[in-house]
Structure formats: C-alpha cells, structure tokens
C-alpha cells in the first residue's frame, strides 16, 4: 500500500472508469462533481482518481469552482445535481507524482472522496 504524503483528494471513480477510456474523459470524471468541505478546498493541491483502489490519475488543482462553472464535454448534469458541489481545473501532476502514486494500491476506504494532509 502506498502512503500518501502531499495535500491530496481521493475520489472514487468505480462507477464511471472504464479501461482504455481517453485522458479527456478521465479528466472529465475525476474533476467534478463533488459534494466537499469547502473549507479544505484551498488546502487540496492534488485529486487523485481511483478505481478499485488503484491510482488511475493525478492532477494537479490550479483552482476549484463551484459545479457547473465549466463545460463537461462527455458528461451531461442536471442543474439540481450541481447545488452545493465543486469541481476543479488542473493539469495532470508532475512526471515525479505520476512516478510516485499513478497506478499503485494505496488504502481502501468506504467512502468516495477521502482526504489527506489536508
């Protein structure tokens, strides 16, 4: 199992991860919507999206939004799955934070988003 020692999100992605999917899509599904404390926002500096405990991507938040304030491409939200959730904007992470966590176990968890150092 992976220690995680950065500032770090982890969501969940099991229900909409799919093998061979495109970076955009990933994207897509590991930025947003999500139902989070927003007094952490600021503290997030990576989300990182998991599926059966596995590191499948990392990005690095440049800023969090409230939902809906971006164009979802592949995705399509009701205006009343949005109310009180966050999405962010980011960049995959750093070659070092890919080295480090992408596709490692890391600690299975009960519940979809679990934060770290933050």
Known sequence: MQTIDEPVLVVKVNRTYREGMS????YEIVRGIWKL??????K??????VHNGIVKAIY?????????????????H???TLKARS?????????EMQ???LGKRIEPTYQTMNYYNC
């Not at 404390?37 to 600021?42: A, G, N």
């Not at 997030?44 to 999206?49: A, R």
């Open 23 to 26: 970076a955009e899509e990933l």
């Open 37 to 42: 404390d927003k007094s952490k926002l600021d």
């Open 44 to 49: 997030i500096q990576y989300v990182f999206g």
């Open 60 to 76: 690095e938040v440049a800023h969090w939004n409230d939902a809906g304030a971006t164009t979802y491409k592949f995705r399509q």
């Open 78 to 80: 009701k205006p009343e």
């Open 87 to 95: 999405e962010f904007v980011g960049k995959p992470a750093s070659e």
């Open 99 to 101: 080295a480090k966590y």
